[in-house]
């Protein structure tokens, strides 16, 4: 291990969704000191999440050469941890919360669902949308006061990428596509069958697989299928299909997020995807021209965390301190 540091005050950022988790080490004045990628955090994603969140703290520690005793605060944003009022998860919160417990860390610590840093690193504590779609899928709303809404408050659900691939292999196995569409013996290939009867058979054996090695292989399929929605038209219907439900979400929410126009952000694998977010640029222009303000993101979503975790230990964070948790000084932790 490297020679630590212990009276170097600093704080800690996560970033555990259902793919990767991300951990950063940050200075009180947003400089970051070190970072570490890890498997998937979310507990009802990943079995390993409690070694994949702990052995990434470490990582990351590890890489800065920093004392866990000199943290002064740790905010993380974990998929699965369940807001009031969500529809979307029947999680445990305290055994959530608990995957942060890692070894020498006493610092007071902070748990939120993953939207919420989302939310405040997209628009840097503005209120608006954030649209979050990767291996999850939430939409939430944080008005002026600080108030969180989700659109499941309001009994809707978007999806995330694996029901983008769920329709793809549904209208394949109905035969609701044309079989020279490219994208069929792309995903024919993925799931490892030779025709869509096959696929239905395939489909069906996976009834006694574990069900998060089905998400997770149904997910990894969603980058061909963004990549093809101008060239299939079987990827165009089903983004087409996820951006409608994903843009209902966001009108849903509207009236919560203060007035017009709404800004709307985009952030994970799926809503990043520029196939998925030019659709639901479009569909939301169409809902209403001065409504909404489609805007990059300011921050990921560690670096949403980072705030978090710097105002709960008390340092100042204005415009300075947000250009140095940018996007760019993350993105090695973003690879």
Known sequence: M???TPRHEFVIGIDAG??????????LDGTRLAAAVGGGGG????????????????????????????????????????RTGSNQSNGDNDRTAALVDAPGLTCPKIVVNDAVIAHRGALSGRPGIVVVAGTGSMILAIDEEG?????????HYAGAARHLVYDVV??????????TDPLVPAALEHFGVADAPALHAAVLARSTTHRNTIKRSYGDFAPQVTAMGERSALAGLALDDLAARTARGVRLLAPVAGPGPVPVACTGSLADAPSFRDRLERL?????????????SRLDPL???????????GARVDETTIDRLSARALSAVSA
């Open 170 to 179: 549904q209208q394949i196995l109905m035969n609701d596509c044309s079989l």
């Open 284 to 296: 939301l222009l169409e809902a209403g021209p001065d409504d909404f303000d489609l805007v990059p």
């Open 303 to 313: 670096g949403g965390a980072a705030i978090l975790a710097l105002e709960a230990a």
């Open 2 to 4: 490297n020679q630590t």
């Open 18 to 27: 259902g793919t990767h988790t991300r951990v950063g080490c940050f200075a």
């Open 147 to 155: 108030g969180e809404t989700e659109s499941g408050q309001l009994e």
């Open 43 to 82: 507990p009802h994603h990943n079995d390993d999440a409690l070694e994949n969140v702990r052995g990434t703290i470490a990582r990351a520690l590890d890489a800065g050469g920093l004392d866990p005793s000199g943290a002064v605060a740790l905010a993380a944003g974990i998929a699965g941890f369940e």
